[in-house]
């Protein structure tokens, strides 16, 4: 029997209860939705005692199945004021499923302005002071506690920007080697961890099992037929294991929808110097590791290791949209410098999309010039100082747009845009527009239908035949979010069917079902229809599904192109909860 692990921050208690009722069959993003759209009241505080930080493995954690580890965490948004999942990788994912835990649930808040530390092993659960962990980064705060926990254990913390409950907030959590490099990076989950006074989360895996299978020998079968699946096809096997996502710099720039100089401009010039093939090759001369997997058990391995010119250890391969923000958004060219305030971002614990962005915003206002590698350091240490400037920056692009009067600001529902221009790939437009999270490229991916051909071919710059697409993406995403799946099966899962079916064959032999692919999609439209109830009790409504206005009326070079999907075509993404 799976478990729900309730931590009470006012008392201080940790109680296990058995999963309720209704909240069976659903794991990661199902679940952490569910319960916040459940026990979470829409209005409240995002920093207040209201408020619930949830953290779930999906349904196929635990499991011998590849890729299958990615932990989802959900709350209400500070960032966006509605509802919020944000996966990671890591190892905590896989850690608490062996442990029977389907979710972890942070409630209420501490009298005091205190901090604290969760253990959660097999036998013993508890809530133990962490003040002398005040102040610290992520790196430091896990050095620090693997002095006292160990290195058999996994780490989940926070770093200052958590603790001053920014919006750009993350949550980190260690990869294998025990680097605070994975995050849930979007919506400021980190500022309501913050606010919970929870600096850190040890587990200790041991003595924990794989989880239970209904049917062994169907889901070993299934799970092979998977992992085949991921060998065969070129972007699992071959793309993202050599390239890393930053393999997307030269796709997307030869595209014309690379955001540039806050999306300005579709093409950067400087592309080449931070694409996915640049960064292959100053790994392998300075004899990093261009391919390493992120958990236990990821066959695809797209996250390599950055070192510096002395080969020595920078950060974990900066991903695309971190390499776009700090890049191409604010015209830098200069992998170094981005590799570094990769791991600025790691330590202070911020979203590295949206910190692109604001700095991006700032520089059009003139903060600092485009182009400016070292400007952009000096701003990225401003907010690890908690400076007034850092603070500002640290709030998220919207926030810094208000403060420095600038128009052109990329927010949906108060949350920046990733690395995809809505002029040039309008399906990923759409679902920038209507997903619940805000701006999330992750939450229905048409750039592969759009750009990369996979699964589909629907023409980028046409405004048909996008919302149906960003609609069933969508409903697959949830889905794909809810099995702890890391998302780039899915290149594997849309283009090969058999993927898609070993998918489903290890869901019902893990739990006994017998569902079908419809049924599939039925679950992701459920989750769908909880997030989008919360946001309208929340008091969101069909305007907040719209792209910023200058989207609409500022020609995108090279196309020359608007962003012309009808309001009334987004309207109808969510026709299917009509029904
Ligand atoms: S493919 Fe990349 S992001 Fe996904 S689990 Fe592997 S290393 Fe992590």
Same mark, same amino acid.
């Given at each position: 029997?799976?478990?729900?692990?309730?931590?009470?921050?006012?008392?201080?208690?940790?109680?296990?209860?058995?999963?309720?009722?209704?909240?069976?069959?659903?794991?990661?993003?199902?679940?952490?939705?569910?319960?916040?759209?459940?026990?979470?009241?829409?209005?409240?505080?995002?920093?207040?005692?209201?408020?619930?930080?949830?953290?779930?493995?999906?349904?196929?954690?635990?499991?011998?199945?590849?890729?299958?580890?990615?932990?989802?965490?959900?709350?209400?948004?500070?960032?966006?004021?509605?509802?919020?999942?944000?996966?990671?990788?890591?190892?905590?994912?896989?850690?608490?499923?062996?442990?029977?835990?389907?979710?972890? @649930?942070?409630? *209420?808040?501490?009298? =005091?302005? +205190? &901090?604290?530390?969760?253990? /959660?092993?097999?036998?013993?659960? !508890? #809530?133990?002071?962490?003040?002398?962990?005040?102040?610290?980064?992520?790196?430091?705060?896990?050095?620090?506690?693997?002095?006292?926990?160990?290195?058999?254990?996994?780490? @989940?913390?926070? *770093?200052?920007?958590? =603790?001053? +409950? &920014?919006?750009?907030?993350? /949550?980190?959590?260690?990869?294998? !080697? #025990?680097?605070?490099?994975?995050?849930?990076?979007?919506?400021?989950?980190?500022?309501?961890?913050?606010?919970?006074?929870?600096?850190?989360?040890?587990?200790?895996?041991?003595?924990?099992?794989?989880?239970?299978?209904?049917? +062994?020998?169907?889901?070993?079968?299934?799970?092979?037929?998977?992992?085949?699946?991921?060998?065969?096809?070129?972007?699992?096997?071959?793309?993202?294991?050599?390239?890393?996502?930053?393999?997307?710099?030269?796709?997307?720039?030869?595209?014309?929808?690379?955001?540039?100089?806050?999306?300005?401009?579709?093409?950067?010039?400087?592309?080449?110097?931070?694409?996915?093939?640049?960064?292959?090759?100053?790994?392998?001369?300075?004899?990093?590791?261009?391919?390493?997997?992120?958990?236990?058990?990821?066959?695809?391995?797209?996250?390599?290791?950055?070192?510096?010119?002395?080969?020595?250890?920078?950060?974990?391969?900066?991903?695309?949209?971190?390499?776009?923000?700090?890049?191409?958004?604010?015209?830098?060219?200069?992998?170094?410098?981005?590799?570094?305030?990769?791991?600025?971002?790691?330590?202070?614990?911020?979203?590295?999309?949206?910190?692109?962005?604001?700095?991006?915003?700032?520089?059009?206002?003139?903060?600092?010039?485009?182009?400016?590698?070292?400007?952009?350091?000096?701003?990225?240490?401003?907010?690890?100082?908690?400076?007034?400037?850092?603070?500002?920056?640290?709030?998220?692009?919207?926030?810094?747009?208000?403060?420095?009067?600038?128009?052109?600001?990329?927010?949906?529902?108060?949350?920046?845009?990733?690395?995809?221009?809505?002029?040039?790939?309008?399906?990923?437009?759409?679902?920038?527009?209507?997903?619940?999270?805000?701006?999330?490229?992750?939450?229905?991916?048409?750039?592969?239908?759009?750009?990369?051909?996979?699964?589909?071919?629907?023409?980028?710059?046409?405004?048909?035949?996008?919302?149906?697409?960003?609609?069933?993406?969508?409903?697959?995403?949830?889905?794909?979010?809810?099995?702890?799946?890391?998302?780039?099966?899915?290149?594997?899962?849309?283009?090969?069917?058999?993927?898609?079916?070993?998918?489903?064959?290890?869901?019902?032999?893990?739990?006994?079902?017998?569902?079908?692919?419809?049924?599939?999609?039925?679950?992701?439209?459920?989750?769908?229809?909880?997030?989008?109830?919360?946001?309208?009790?929340?008091?969101?409504?069909?305007?907040?599904?719209?792209?910023?206005?200058?989207?609409?009326?500022?020609?995108?070079?090279?196309?020359?192109?608007?962003?012309?999907?009808?309001?009334?075509?987004?309207?109808?993404?969510?026709?299917?909860?009509?029904?």
């Amino acid at each position: 029997m799976f478990k729900i692990l309730r931590v009470n921050m006012a008392d201080l208690s940790v109680k296990s209860e058995d999963l309720p009722e209704a909240y069976q069959g659903l794991g990661g993003r199902g679940l952490t939705s569910a319960i916040v759209s459940t026990e979470v009241e829409p209005t409240c505080s995002p920093i207040g005692p209201n408020n619930k930080l949830i953290f779930a493995p999906g349904l196929l954690g635990g499991t011998n199945c590849a890729n299958s580890g990615r932990i989802s965490v959900g709350g209400k948004s500070p960032l966006t004021e509605g509802i919020k999942e944000a996966n990671s990788g890591g190892q905590a994912g896989g850690y608490l499923a062996r442990l029977g835990i389907a979710a972890v @649930v942070i409630e *209420g808040m501490p009298a =005091e302005e +205190k &901090l604290y530390k969760l253990f /959660i092993g097999k036998d013993k659960c !508890e #809530l133990s002071p962490a003040d002398d962990l005040k102040g610290l980064g992520n790196y430091a705060t896990v050095d620090r506690l693997k002095g006292e926990f160990g290195e058999k254990v996994g780490f @989940v913390s926070i *770093g200052q920007a958590g =603790e001053w +409950k &920014l919006v750009g907030a993350s /949550i980190a959590f260690t990869d294998k !080697e #025990l680097r605070p490099t994975r995050h849930a990076g979007r919506g400021g989950l980190g500022a309501v961890m913050g606010s919970k006074g929870l600096k850190a989360i040890v587990i200790d895996p041991a003595g924990g099992e794989l989880a239970p299978l209904a049917d +062994k020998e169907a889901f070993k079968a299934a799970s092979k037929r998977f992992a085949k699946a991921l060998q065969e096809h070129p972007v699992t096997s071959q793309g993202l294991p050599t390239y890393g996502t930053d393999i997307l710099i030269n796709v997307i720039n030869e595209a014309g929808g690379l955001p540039t100089r806050n999306f300005s401009s579709g093409r950067f010039e400087g592309a080449e110097k931070v694409s996915g093939e640049t960064l292959n090759k100053i790994t392998v001369e300075r004899k990093g590791n261009p391919t390493h997997g992120c958990m236990a058990g990821c066959i695809i391995k797209c996250s390599g290791i950055f070192v510096d010119e002395k080969g020595e250890y920078v950060s974990k391969w900066p991903e695309y949209e971190t390499v776009w923000a700090w890049g191409p958004n604010c015209g830098i060219d200069d992998l170094d410098a981005i590799a570094r305030i990769d791991r600025g971002c790691d330590d202070i614990g911020l979203d590295t999309i949206e910190m692109g962005n604001s700095v991006a915003v700032a520089m059009e206002a003139g903060i600092k010039e485009f182009g400016d590698a070292a400007g952009a350091e000096e701003m990225l240490g401003e907010i690890g100082k908690g400076t007034p400037l850092g603070r500002v920056l640290g709030s998220g692009a919207a926030v810094v747009g208000k403060t420095f009067g600038v128009r052109r600001v990329p927010v949906v529902k108060g949350q920046a845009l990733p690395a995809y221009d809505p002029r040039a790939v309008k399906g990923i437009g759409v679902t920038y527009a209507t997903s619940p999270m805000g701006a999330d490229h992750t939450a229905g991916y048409a750039v592969a239908q759009n750009i990369m051909k996979v699964g589909g071919d629907v023409d980028p710059l046409k405004p048909e035949g996008q919302a149906k697409l960003s609609s069933d993406l969508q409903a697959v995403t949830a889905v794909v979010d809810a099995t702890g799946l890391c998302l780039f099966v899915a290149f594997a899962a849309m283009d090969i069917e058999d993927a898609f079916n070993a998918i489903v064959d290890m869901v019902n032999a893990k739990y006994g079902l017998s569902l079908t692919g419809d049924d599939v999609t039925s679950l992701g439209q459920r989750i769908l229809g909880m997030e989008r109830d919360f946001n309208r009790r929340a008091g969101f409504t069909e305007a907040d599904d719209r792209l910023p206005e200058f989207f609409k009326f500022e020609k995108l070079p090279p196309h020359n192109q608007v962003f012309d999907v009808p309001d009334e075509e987004l309207d109808t993404v969510f026709n299917f909860l009509k029904k």
